[in-house]
């Protein structure tokens, strides 16, 4: 069982280079909820095969970066979004 306290970091990581149809997304906020923590620890009933684990399966993104070619109604530069599907990760 691994303990959270001394498995988990923070990392900050630069933007990602995208193709021309792609979207970068920049983490707002994610939070670590009990569950997340049953997860690191691998007693959550559910868990991916490692290294899949990760704190924070839900959190708000805002669009950081569109590709040249991207061009959706639904979507611009500064929107916010969520994760989708759930338990995705951020």
Same mark, same amino acid.
């Given at each position: 069982?691994?303990r ?5 970091? @923070? ?17 707002? !906020? ?6 997340? =923590?049953?997860? !690191?620890?691998? @007693? /959550?009933? !559910? ?6 684990? !990760?704190? $924070? /399966?839900? $959190?708000?993104?805002?669009d ?13 530069l $500064? ?8 338990? =995705?990760?951020?």
């Amino acid at each position: 069982m691994a303990r959270p306290n001394k498995v988990l970091r @923070v990392a900050r990581l630069p933007p990602a280079e995208i193709g021309d149809h792609d979207v970068c997304v920049r983490m707002l !906020v994610a939070p670590i909820n009990p569950s997340d =923590l049953n997860h !690191v620890e691998g @007693v /959550y009933p !559910v868990c991916p095969p490692l290294p899949a684990t !990760v704190a $924070g /399966y839900e $959190g708000v993104g805002q669009d950081h970066a569109l590709g040249t070619a991207f061009d959706s109604p639904l979507l611009s530069l $500064g929107d916010w979004v969520i994760p989708s599907p759930p338990s =995705l990760g951020t």
